[in-house]
């Protein structure tokens, strides 16, 4: 796997030199890519990490397992229910892969789909929900986040009592601090009341600023702009 990443790596670098190096990008003074490289490669190291996938997976089980919320539309009304499938540790310990349960379900799409006519607006209704549930334990509860929440990583399966949501693939996470989660309800007030000044002293704060290539008053002044 750690080959395939340094071929990746090698090629994301090869491209990035082609684009930041085109005339007609350079006159526009778009954003340069090749600063970006490194982050999306130990993105994708990280996600290979199986310790620390297990550990991701665990903060979700605490984050989302029991969640409930209600769908309720003009002519249908039922519970959601947020899982997380259990991880067979006497399959996973000593492996090089992770087992979990076997999850029952299919894409929101192929769900919603089935029951278009009971509940037109049943795919909508869940994304809502489950944005509301990752934005509540995100901000306002332990900080955890699930970063690649995608269509292939949510099984749905619709019984008679509820529809059961199936948060699944943590490869991909991490957990807010407290101080990252007060930032970005200033950041949400400074937006909210365009306040350059707020919004820039939060996104500061709210970067790895021993790293940035920029003083804090050039930012404020581009924000400004």
């Given at each position: 796997a750690d080959t395939k990443i340094m071929e990746d790596e090698r090629i994301f670098t090869e491209i990035a030199k082609i684009m930041d190096s085109r005339p007609d990008l350079v006159k526009m003074s778009a954003p340069k890519i090749s600063p970006i490289v490194m982050d999306i490669v130990n993105g994708a190291r990280a996600e290979l990490n199986r310790k620390d996938t297990l550990e991701r997976h665990k903060q979700g089980a605490k984050s989302y397992r029991g969640q409930t919320d209600w769908l309720m539309s003009s002519n249908y009304k039922t519970k959601i229910i947020y899982r997380v499938p259990e991880i067979i540790d006497s399959l996973t310990e000593n492996s090089h892969i992770i087992v979990s349960e076997l999850v029952q379900g299919e894409s929101l799409d192929k769900a919603a789909e089935s029951?278009?006519?009971?509940a037109p607006d049943m795919k909508r209704l869940v994304i809502e929900s489950l944005v509301g549930l990752w934005v509540k334990t995100s901000f306002f509860g332990n900080g955890f986040y699930h970063s690649d929440l995608?269509?292939?990583n949510i099984i749905?399966?619709?019984?008679?009592?509820?529809?059961?949501?199936?948060?699944?693939d943590y490869g991909m996470g991490g957990t807010l601090t407290e101080e990252q989660m007060r930032q970005s309800f200033i950041?949400?007030?400074?937006?909210?009341l365009r306040y350059a000044d707020v919004i820039a002293k939060s996104l500061w704060k709210l970067s790895n600023d021993t790293e940035n290539k920029i003083s804090f008053q050039d930012f404020t002044k581009l924000i400004k702009e």
């Open positions: 029951y278009r006519n009971l995608h269509p292939g749905v399966r619709v019984t008679d009592e509820a529809i059961i949501v199936n948060i699944i950041l949400g007030a400074g937006l909210e």
